[in-house]
Each structure stands twice: as C-alpha cells, then as structure tokens.
C-alpha cells in the first residue's frame, strides 16, 4: 500500500478532522470555511460554509481505518439525519478509507434516497491523497517525508531553496530567454513561442501564422514564420518515412484531410532542415506526428440555400461556408455563421457527395425553428439547391438529399404548437437545447386552451360577487336549483412556464355546463332582496367537468403582476 494512504488510515479522528479542515481551506481560499471543536460529530458536522441558519455546506469526518461496515453506514445515517436540522444545500462525507464495491452501491442507494431534501458529496482516501499531491505544505504538516519532495530536493541541488517565487520566476524568465535565443540560433527563419503547463493539458490547436508546434508533454514550442522571403527562396523540408499503421494513416490524410495521428513506432528515418527540430534516432521512435490542416488556410464560399421548389421552397441567403479539411480527393465544407442548423457538405472527387444537417437552435425564435423544419420537409419532397454567389454557379443541385431523422416528427409538431403559442399569448419564445418535462405540459396546457379542450375536475368554486342591479322573482329561483354558467376570469390560475417564460394567458372562460349553488337559500335572498352595492361570498359545485378556453380577445399582461 502505499505509504500516504496507510498513514491517512492510521490518523486518529481529531488530526483527521483538521487535515480535512486544511485542505477544503486550500482548495476554496476565498471562503470562510469554519472547523467546529469539539464533540461537533454528534450534531452532524465538523466544517462548515455558510449561516448554519440558512443552508450551509456541511463536511463531516469520519476516521474509520477498517473500512465502511453495517456499523460505519449506521453512523453515517445518524450523522446526516442530525444535520439534516440545518436544512444543508450539501452535505459532504469526508472519509479516511476508500469504499469497497459493496460500500460504493450502498451510499450511491442512500444518496439517492436523500435527493429531495440534500445534495450529498464524497471525499474518501483516493481524493484526499490526490489533493495532497499538489498541496506540499499541507503534507509535509501532517505525514513528513511520507514521499519524497522532489521540488525541494531540485531546490536544494540547485540553490533555488532560498530564492522568493518573483525572484525565482526572473531567473526562470532569463533561462527562457537564452532558451529561445539558441532557437533563433539554429533556424533564425523562425520566431518561437514557449508554453510550460503542470497538471493540465498543452493545448494543441493551431493559431493564424503558425507553422510547426513540438512537445514533450509539459513544454511545447509554437514556431511562427519571421523572414518569409527566406522561406519562399528555399522552403524548410521535413523527410520522415511512416512504417506499420502509420502508411493507412498518411495516406487517409492525403486523400482526405481528415486529421490523424500518427504515433509512436509508426515513424523512422525523420531528417530536416528545420535547424530548430533535429532529433536523434531514439527520439523520433517516441515521437508522435499530429496532421491537419493548417491554421489560417481555409478556404470559404458564400452561397444561398434554397430547400425544395416552387411556392413550397425556404431559401436562406449569404449563408457562409469555410472548408473544414481539404484534401486530394475529398473536401468538406461547413457553415460558420449562425442559421437554426449547421450545415456540412462533403464534395467528392469520383463519388457522389453529400450534404448533413444538424439543429442547433437553442436560444432561436421559435419561428426561426419552424422555418427550418419546413425547409427540411421541402428538401426531402423537391430537392436542395446550394449556389455560390461569388462564383455564380450551382455548387449542388439535385433531385431529394436530405434524410429526415427519427427526431424530425416529434418535434415537427411541438414547434407548430410553439408557435401558436407565441403568436397567440404575444410571447417571445426561445428554443431551448432539448424541452423539459414541464415544458411539455405547459405547451400542452397553452394549446389546449387556445383550442377549448381544457377540461378541469373542479369540485368547488369559490368567489364573492357584488349586486349591481335589482333582479326579479324569476331569475333569483334559479338559483336555488341547478344551472349553466360561463365565468371569465383575467388568466389562467397559475402562469404557465414554457421554455423558462411564465406566459399570461390573458382571460380565461370556464364553461360550466350543470352547478348548484353550495348555499341556494342564502343566494336567493341575496339576489332577491340584498340592497345594490351589498358584496357576498358564493360557492358554486359544479355537476360535471369545468370546460376551459383562452379568449380570442387575448389581453396583453406585459404590466400584470402575480
């Protein structure tokens, strides 16, 4: 095992506690994370973020060296059901082991069993051990010379040990500086950049004007053209010979363009005159060859789109393209602007292209949605038609290219039910990545409405009407028996949310075909004796389901509040 983690196991509860303690200080510096002294276990917590008033966020330490057993688990229960009093928004379990197979299904179940009321989080021995790596001080506080510290030993061998962090970054920046002028020195064609990273990943995407990029993993030089006359007079060769998997590699590239990676082993015989990259026999056998196209170099089209023909057809103008890979005998194009859809178009040298479409309509009008499905409806009927205007030629022309996917008809409809919606609430609605579960019910609900088809399973309705005008005899009988009513109410009883906009729907008639009066002789001798003006509670049973619709004369709830 190794060392750091037996001697984790070994720690008693108190210095786990605090070890726990420094390193959620360490790793959140700006948070005012307290340690509670103390029997603090039996209340459920032993650091905390936050007003315990007001949902904080609760660490507890739990030191159990053989493991996670029925015993341990029954601990944990009780912990949590005992900070569950401070309403946590999350409660972390801080552990000095890692949980075996059976451990791991048993807390994932009492995760899933609290997920209503707190969020739960893991920190065992693997994720202490991981921070301890990178946080020296903190180590070398509680387990001294558990591993050895490298960093201070290079230190010391270098008499660095002494230097501050500026003081040390100055005399790292000199290095650097004579670093880079011995690059100058052996290919001064070139300038160079030079990127160190620890801990993460050297980023490797090309850059305008760069030519070449080397690495080993924590450095990695970026090379830039300086005299460019020099490199017209006589261009830098590379000669490598590809062997193995390597050959299908180069070759797809150079039919393609299609990025690839060719990879240690699958390189030999590399020679160069870029003065700056001479490696020996061994180092090109580790070395690892990423081809693609280069930056800056693509190419782009400026076309209009037109999907099917006729009175059917949807036409997208100035939709730009840029080549995404090029190659001797396959290109692809794709768009770069903004449409409700991206386009990619594959033009082939002795085969057939073709032509995908993919949505990417989140945060679109729902009428910009709409048009690009019947686009897509016309294009499988009529054809596609891609025209580059530049250039004044068809670029594709054809009879039907476009496949619909399975998701195409589900939401085909949902997007016509959108836009009634919107047009007929007069709301804004943006098209969301993928539509919730409430989304769903919402549009249904707002549909529905528009159509008269909501039905209601109301048992009592309670509301307090004013007298306005005398009635007679007759009409108050009716209400000591039963009736038909139409209330109008200004909207709808709770605003629905649809795609994160709660919609007013204006006034709302309910239709209630049969209803009695819940108090028919306090009705009646309200509506036949009580003086004009008089306000009175009613309560009104409806005999079968409530019938609900919007009003045509939607009204405009811009300025309503709820």
Known sequence: ?????????????????????????????????????????????????????????????????????????????????????????????????????????????????????????????????????YRTTIREMFFPQAIMDVQAFLETVTKTNRLSTEELATLNAGNLDLYLKRLEEADARFSYEVRYARNISLAQTPRPGQIASFSDGTKAVDVFARDV???????????????????????????????????????????????????????????????????????????????????????YECIKLETKRFGQEETEFETTDAPPFHMSIIVRRSAPGSVNFEKRWAGVDVHDA??????????????????????????????????????????????????????????????????????????????????????????????????????GQAQAETFRGEGSYLIRLPEYFERPVLFGVPVCTGPVIYHIAAARFGNPEQSYRFFEKAPIGTKRTLMLKPLCPVQARASPQNADCSAQTR
């Open 370 to 471: 709409q048009k690009f499905m019947r686009a897509m409806k016309a294009a499988v009927s009529a054809g596609f038609e891609l025209y580059d205007l530049e250039r004044s030629l068809a670029l594709i022309k054809g009879g039907p290219t476009v496949k619909v996917l399975p998701w195409f008809s589900a939401y085909d409809e949902l997007i016509k039910d959108a836009v009634r919606v919107a047009d007929f609430y007069r709301v804004d609605l943006r098209m969301p990545e993928e539509p919730k579960v409430e989304d769903l019910e919402s549009l249904s609900l707002l549909a529905h409405l528009i159509d008269g088809t909501v039905t209601l399973d109301i048992k009592t309705m309670t509301f307090t009407l004013t007298k306005t005008a005398n009635v």
């Open 1 to 133: 095992m190794h060392p750091l983690y037996q001697r984790l196991k070994e720690l008693d509860p108190d210095t786990f506690e605090k070890l726990c303690f420094h390193l959620v200080k360490a790793r959140f510096p700006g948070a005012e994370i307290c340690h509670v002294d103390g029997a603090a276990g039996d209340e459920g917590l032993d650091l905390f973020l936050g007003n315990l008033d007001s949902g904080p966020t609760i660490w507890q330490c739990k030191s159990f060296p053989n493991g996670v057993k029925e015993s341990q688990k029954g601990q944990i229960r009780q912990s949590l059901k005992k900070a569950l009093k401070y309403n946590p928004r999350l409660w972390v379990l801080c552990l000095s082991v890692d949980m075996d197979a059976a451990a791991h299904r048993w807390f994932q179940r009492f995760r899933q069993s609290h997920l209503q009321h707190v969020a739960i989080g893991l920190m065992q021995a693997s994720h202490i051990i991981q921070e301890l790596f």
């Open 229 to 315: 006359e020099a490199l017209k007079l006589n261009p830098p060769k590379a000669r490598v010979t590809v062997i193995g998997t390597g050959v299908e590699k180069m070759k797809e590239f150079i039919r393609t363009g299609r990025p690839q990676e060719i990879g240690a082993g699958e390189l030999e015989d590399y020679t160069t005159d870029f003065g700056f990259l001479q490696l020996s026999k061994d180092q090109i056998k580790e070395t690892k060859l990423l081809l693609g196209p280069p930056a800056g170099a693509r190419l782009s089209l400026l076309t209009r789109a037109t999907f099917g023909s006729g009175s059917d057809a949807v036409t």
